[in-house]
């Protein structure tokens, strides 16, 4: 969705006369913003920009993120959780999250410990209550930057593939990768419909007191935007139903013989192992050598 | 493929009656058919009468998938599919449905067309894949993303999907629905190159002129029944079964049925080839009259009384300016981050009173032109003046008084729950005064009244288009513009749509339409803009851009029949319609000679 246009005030005066152009002037930007979010999502969801875990077999990446997304949760201690939490960010950073997910990770982190504070000096709160501000932002931050390293690095394929070789169920393999195919045609139709509404609905009427008839009005389009969303995406879907079942995907999913083949191509390295014992080694490390509270 | 099996036929239907769960009646009533191996079969009929349930009961959909009530028997490569699955039938029936981007379910086309061939854990799936892709000649896209490709390339995949099973026969719901015709007609190729390695292949289809080309035989279904199976030339020649069931005579066919009398009266096979009609009219004398050009069809303003072409190319007074593009630059950015260039240095002026056409192969810049028309993208350099107004100093919501953009997929335009409450969105939304009746009378004009209170997604094909016109019309543009009104239509609602755009004419100052489809240039357009690459290749008028081959071959474009004829017989101008050429190549009235 455009923010700064939906921002914009329309309501001054429909009818502008002709020629008079310098009341306003439209760069273009909201919309190159736009498409620059969506093609930034992609590039995240389709891993093209490499990176240290991209090259590493999915089951390795799966489980160097279960052991970065449990370690932080063993301890109270200020200095060990800082250490993790520079780890994992120099970890997402080497996996190249990119600056979208980078941006509002930052923003969500600072926002939400700005708001707590707040809350905490509000109630009358004291140092210790910092402290543990503290360590549940650095634990959060641990494990959400572990988290984007690890699926920014995985392409949906290979995500499916690796659930699959460790017995996930088919179907919960396949609804991740059918899911991430899904996600540029419901952007795009987002897109469209939340335009729909900007040129077809009521106009805007100014930004009211604190910019809260913007803030409702971007609201209710975004919620009013779902339900021509669904619907067509449930109409799409019945297709796709009755064609899995001609190509031979059925509730069961493939059969053991076409998840062997499917997932021939995985293959265990020396760089795998090398990234679990190493990585399993830094947070015993971290543990034993930094002193606990 | 069929290996000892050959003796049978593809498929044998036998007193098939079928009813979908919850349904009232029959979607299939006491069906014969037999369709032997080898074969390439066109099955039509109208809406609703069965076709694409028939066509699902050769793959066992019908009743493995939709268990209705069923009695009879469908044997497909001599089995019969009641004890076998929809997997195991998969490997005799491939189908490609036709919606069929919903039929791609993995994100690249090589992962796509493997999907089969893994998910039945054939040892050879690589082979099977690689086969397909280099069949079908889209080996060069197989790492592409699927949802990046064109919908011909999509449809392609679909096809080599189906393909890597190696199936014997091929059912195709509609090839041509959603394609310009350069690429329904490589589709078709590609059908019939398999066909001739044997592979049976059923097509549904609505274009008679497609199946006088490639099918060897027709079958019409009827309200659920089998009226006919013959070959595809005593089919065609059944004009008036063929029209019943809507789907109107190849205009070859029309041309001689008008013109030839042996062809009118039955003694003769009509002709299914341009060549075919163009030697049969020389044969029966038919040749331009001096002077018949006069007798043109009025309805034609781009060659009313004045024939000559280059007519739009002398501007008339500025005030009747529309809209101006003025050295447009406009691109945007790719997934690797690079930057592709749509338009560059653009110019064009849109007049009042005018309809124009725009038309191009995909990627000439037709979309991104209609955007920036809208006010929805404004350009890098350059200006874009709608109404007066540059684009950059409005708001696209402001400019949406003066200009509606009707998008492509109707779906995308019905944003609340029913036909009426999008139509009134847009006058309620700004207070109009009239609200209440401006949207009694577009519906009534749209022929939309009874349907007004049903959500837009159930409407048919046809009836979507007539609501995104509707929704359009009672935004009072001065400037509409529509991107491909008229895919994925059948010939009946096509024709509709152009006759409702005509109609409108007097509501609209100007109207844009991006299209493929040069049966709505021929017949409604009075001013074409051809794109290639983001450039103005030839501004003119229907007539004489048929006239220009490089033009045509250059963007793309393949005329329609009639004017095709008219070529074939030295015909000048063009003709652009099957009444106007009748009109021009029947024998003058001694009177009007005087």
């Keep these: 969705m455009t923010i700064a246009d939906v921002a914009a ?209 971007i609201g209710r389009i975004a919620v009013q935007a779902f339900y021509p969303l669904f619907l067509n995406t449930a109409q799409r879907t019945r297709t796709t139903v009755e064609a899995m079942e001609t190509r031979g995907f059925t509730s069961a999913g493939p059969s053991p013989a076409g998840r062997r083949l499917r997932l021939a191509y995985l293959q265990w390295r020396v760089g795998d192992t090398l990234l679990l014992v190493v990585s399993v080694a830094v947070v015993v490390a971290v543990y034993t050598v930094l002193p606990t509270p | 493929m069929a290996d000892d099996r050959d003796a049978a036929p593809a498929v044998e239907v036998r007193d098939l009656t079928f009813r979908y769960p919850g349904a009232a009646q029959d979607s299939l009533h006491g069906v014969d058919l037999t369709i032997e191996a080898g074969d390439f079969v066109a099955v039509v009929g109208g809406n609703g009468s069965g076709k694409t349930t028939l066509c699902k009961t050769f793959n066992g959909l019908v009743p493995h998938f939709w268990n209705g009530d069923i009695s009879g028997r469908v044997k497909v490569a001599g089995r019969s599919t009641a ?35 893994l998910n039945f854990g054939l040892a050879d799936w690589e082979a099977r894949t690689d086969a397909a892709l280099r069949a079908l000649e889209i080996d060069d896209v197989a790492g592409t993303h699927t949802w990046q490709l064109s919908g011909g390339q999509q449809h392609l995949t679909a096809l080599a999907g189906a393909l890597a099973l190696a199936p014997s026969i091929l059912v195709v719901d509609e090839p041509a629905a959603e394609v310009d015709p350069r690429r329904a007609a490589a589709v078709y190729e590609h059908l019939t190159r398999l066909n001739e390695q044997g592979v049976t292949v059923v097509v549904i289809e609505h274009h008679a002129e497609l199946i006088a080309r490639y099918a060897r035989s027709v079958v019409l279904m009827d309200a659920g029944r089998v009226r006919w199976h013959l070959p595809v030339d005593e089919a065609l020649a059944r004009t008036a079964d063929l029209a019943e069931a809507h789907i109107p005579a190849p205009q070859v066919v029309a041309l001689a049925q008008e013109l030839v009398p042996d062809v009118a009266a039955g003694r003769r096979r009509p002709p299914l080839t341009i060549e075919e009609c163009a030697a049969m009219l020389r044969d029966a004398g038919r040749s331009e009259q001096p002077g018949a050009a006069l007798l043109r069809a009025p309805d034609h303003p781009g060659a009313d009384g004045s024939p000559a072409p280059g007519s739009t190319s002398g501007p008339p007074a500025g005030s009747d300016v529309v809209a101006r593009l003025d050295g447009v630059r406009y691109g945007y950015r790719t997934i690797s981050g690079g930057k592709h260039t749509v338009l560059d240095g653009f110019d064009l002026t849109l007049r009042a009173e ?206 329609p029949q009639v004017t095709q004829v008219g070529h074939a017989l030295g015909m000048d101008p063009l003709p652009l319609s099957v009444a106007e050429t009748t009109r021009r190549l029947a024998p003058l009235p001694t009177e009007e000679l005087v």
């Design chain 2, 83 to 117: 004890r076998r699955t929809v997997g195991e039938i998969a490997h005799d029936v491939g189908y490609v449905f036709q919606d069929f981007g919903n039929q791609l379910v993995r994100p690249t086309v090589r992962d796509d067309v493997a999907f089969g061939p």
């Design chain 2, 354 to 559: 005018e309809r124009i056409a725009l038309v191009g192969s995909n990627g000439a810049g037709k979309s991104t032109l209609l955007s920036l028309l809208s006010g929805l993208a404004v350009p890098e350099a350059g200006a874009v003046e709608v109404a007066g107004r540059d684009t950059r100093s409005v708001s696209a919501a402001q400019l949406s008084s003066q200009v509606c953009y009707l998008l492509q997929r109707p779906e995308e335009m019905f944003l609340t729950d029913s036909v009426r409450a999008d139509v009134a969105m847009h006058p309620t939304g700004r207070r109009a005064p009239d609200a209440r009746e401006l949207v009694e009378q577009v519906l009534d004009r749209t022929r939309l009244t009874d349907l007004a209170d049903r959500d837009g997604r159930l409407l048919s094909g046809g009836q979507q288009r007539r609501a995104t016109l509707a929704v359009g019309l009672a935004m009072r543009p001065r400037l509409l513009l529509l991107d491909e009104p008229t895919s994925s239509l059948d010939l009946r609602s096509r024709d509709d749509v152009i006759d409702m755009l005509s109609a409108l004419a007097e509501h609209i100052r100007c109207t844009v339409v991006a299209t493929h489809d040069m049966h709505l240039v021929a017949e409604w357009a009075d001013r074409v803009v051809v794109l290639d690459q983001g450039r103005v290749v030839a501004d003119t008028d229907p007539a004489t851009l048929f006239a220009s081959p490089d033009v045509l071959r250059r963007a793309r474009l393949v005329p």
């Design chain 1, 9 to 217: 005030p329309h309501g001054t005066s429909p009818e502008v006369a002709p020629g008079t152009t310098g009341t306003r002037h439209r760069s273009g930007l909201d919309r190159v913003s736009v498409e620059w979010v969506k093609l930034e999502l992609m590039r995240v969801a389709y891993a093209t920009r490499g990176g240290f875990l991209a090259r590493r077999d999915p089951r390795a990446v799966l489980g160097w993120y279960a052991l970065c997304a449990l370690a932080p949760w063993f301890t109270y201690s200020t200095p060990i959780l800082v250490v993790l939490f520079v780890l994992a960010l120099g970890c997402a950073l080497a996996a190249r999250i990119g600056p979208l997910l980078l941006g509002l990770f930052t923003l969500g982190l600072v926002g939400q410990a700005a708001y707590v504070l707040v809350l905490v000096l509000v109630l009358g709160g004291d140092t210790t209550a910092l402290d543990g501000l503290l360590q549940i932002s650095l634990k959060l931050g641990a494990v959400s930057l572990a988290s984007m390293a690890a699926f920014v690095s995985l392409d949906p394929e290979k995500l499916s593939d690796g659930l699959q070789a460790m017995r996930a169920p088919a179907v919960l393999g396949f609804a991740i990768s059918y899911g991430y195919r899904m996600v540029p045609l419901l952007i795009d139709e987002f897109h469209d419909i939340v335009d729909g509404h900007r040129l077809r609905g009521a106009p805007h009427q100014g930004h009211g007191f604190l910019g809260w008839r913007t803030i409702a009005r």
